[in-house]
């Protein structure tokens, strides 16, 4: 090897040292060497076991492997076998509170199950974050991002979430969905049915001789899938419409105002909208709600028969409530394992075919308590 090519790679080896990770394209612009140069290093660096590749990315051996050494001493390459050993998983998530604690905690466990080393960056849905902490992720040696954009409505609008296609890395989202055509839509996703889970309740309701039904649901990327199941299962049903749901003004509404448009919507549902049971989004909502009605003259369970829905805490009401609960632990399982799949995956280069990506709903469960 000419001495050239020893201190080009040389100084590959000290930048994957020094930062964990590095994309091949920006290193070969960094380097000012063609990627099909810096392609044939990588290639002789990998099957050393000083590096190791994966879709674009390489990084450092971690410290369980003997650079250079395969099973017996011999030289083979270091990639990450069936269990997942060596990988960094990045997940951006809005919050590890509430409903995502599950989530977070099932994919952390589907990781660590497989060797694999889980960092998540919080986005608290301030606009922009997403990305800026998948890159965050990224920088920091993530071989995968488990993602769950801020997207108001749960998918993105035209304008909107293009870069998730773009990531350099393979990608899964979570709890989030993106419409035929939108670059996003070809991206491997896991998420709950939350338009079964509405369905599901309208129908318990419907079978307990409820003929007219409400859903309250203030504005979050669920309410979307919630109307869109609630309003396709009354109309298969047959069943009486629940008077509208008041159109959103021009102006924001404070988290107090739009508690407070829910409230007079029940209550009116109620006494002159022949509503006698309802489907309300979320938990804490439902418990918030229920002695405001009661006070407003409307008894619970009696004129109105509630279901709620996420089952975070609906059992731990005055009186345990009846919800919908979907596989939060699940999803975030399932996810992990998707995208540890996918990075097991044999490269293009290899001649093997890419697996098909999946969309994959998980049904949500609904629990009847007395």
């Avoid at 109309?235 to 739009?258: D, H, I, M």
Wanted: include cysteine; aromatic fraction near 4%; hydrophobic fraction near 40%.
């Amino acid at each position: 090897m000419r001495p050239h090519v020893d201190q080009r790679q040389a100084q590959v080896l000290a930048l994957v040292r020094e930062r964990g990770s590095v994309r091949v394209a920006e290193l070969a612009q960094e380097l000012g060497v063609s990627p099909v140069t810096l392609r044939r290093d990588i290639e002789a660096m990998a099957a050393r076991g000083e590096i190791q590749r994966m879709h674009g990315v390489i990084s450092r051996v971690t410290a369980e492997r003997t650079p250079g050494r395969g099973p017996g001493g011999a030289h083979s390459a270091a990639a990450p076998g069936r269990s997942g050993e060596g990988l960094v998983i990045g997940m951006v998530v809005p919050t590890t509170e509430y409903y995502y604690a599950d989530v977070v905690r099932g994919a952390r466990e589907a990781v660590e199950a497989r060797g694999a080393r889980l960092r998540v960056g919080l986005t608290r849905y301030l606009p922009g974050e997403d990305r800026t902490q998948a890159d965050r992720l990224l920088s920091t040696g993530a071989h995968g991002l488990l993602l769950t954009p801020n997207w108001e409505a749960g998918s993105p609008g035209p304008d909107e979430g293009a870069w998730t296609a773009e990531l350099p890395v393979p990608t899964v989202l979570v709890e989030r969905w993106a419409p035929p055509g939108h670059p996003a839509a070809a991206l491997d996703r896991v998420s709950s049915d939350h338009a079964h889970g509405a369905a599901r309740a309208v129908q318990h309701l419907r079978d307990a001789g409820h003929r007219r039904i409400a859903l309250a649901s203030r504005t979050t990327p669920t309410t979307a899938r919630l109307r869109a199941g609630y309003e396709a299962a009354v109309a298969a049903l047959g069943l009486e419409p629940a008077p509208q749901w008041p159109q959103a003004g021009p102006v924001p509404l404070s988290e107090a105002e739009s508690f407070a448009r829910t409230l007079d919507y029940l209550c009116d549902a109620v006494t002159t909208g022949g509503v006698t049971a309802a489907l309300i989004h979320s938990d804490t909502d439902a418990i918030m709600l229920i002695p405001r009605l009661q006070a407003r003259g409307v008894r619970v369970p009696e004129d109105l028969a509630v279901i709620t829905y996420d089952d975070e805490v609906a059992g731990m009401a005055d009186v345990p409530l009846s919800a919908v609960a979907p596989a939060k632990h699940e999803v975030g399982a399932r996810a992990a394992d998707l995208l540890l799949d996918r990075l097991r995956t044999p490269s293009s280069r290899t001649g093997a075919q890419e697996a098909p990506r999946q969309h994959l709903d998980l049904l949500p469960l609904l629990t009847i308590r007395p």
